[in-house]
């Protein structure tokens, strides 16, 4: 069994930052790619962020593209996406999901563990 829990979500202002970290732990596989997703309301989810189990990789959904990074920390099986020049329409709740590759990718059914997502709401 593999947990993701997603933390850093809240309330923040137009052009501000946050920080969600996703904390994987359980029976881990040995390498992992992580991404990150989220989801509006009435709207179907969607990629923001991947990363590879060595960092060397990353990728973007052109809508965060120069406004968040992700990166990693193997040691702490923890993975971060960095949000600045938030928008309102960032507005979501914000998923973590690993697959059993060390490759990332931006695809949903890539992965194989998913969070619980954390709201984050942008307020204009």
């Known amino acids: 069994q593999v947990q993701l829990v997603e933390s850093g979500g809240g309330l923040v202002q137009a052009g501000g930052s946050l920080r969600l970290s996703c904390a994987v732990s359980?029976?881990?596989?040995?390498?992992?790619?992580v991404g990150w997703f989220r989801q509006a309301p009435g709207k179907e989810r969607e990629f923001v962020a991947a990363?590879?189990?060595?960092?060397?990789?990353?990728y973007y959904a052109d809508s965060v593209k120069g406004r968040f990074t992700i990166s990693r920390d193997n040691a702490k099986n923890t993975v971060v996406l960095q949000m600045n020049s938030l928008a309102p329409e960032d507005t979501a709740v914000y998923y973590c999901?690993?697959?059993?590759?060390?490759?990332?990718?931006?695809?949903?059914?890539?992965?194989?563990?998913w969070g619980q997502g954390t709201q984050v709401t942008v307020s204009s």
């Open positions: 990363i590879s189990w060595t960092g060397t990789s990353t």
């Open positions: 359980g029976r881990l596989f040995s390498r992992y790619g």
């Open positions: 999901a690993a697959r059993r590759e060390v490759t990332a990718s931006s695809r949903e059914y890539d992965y194989d563990y």
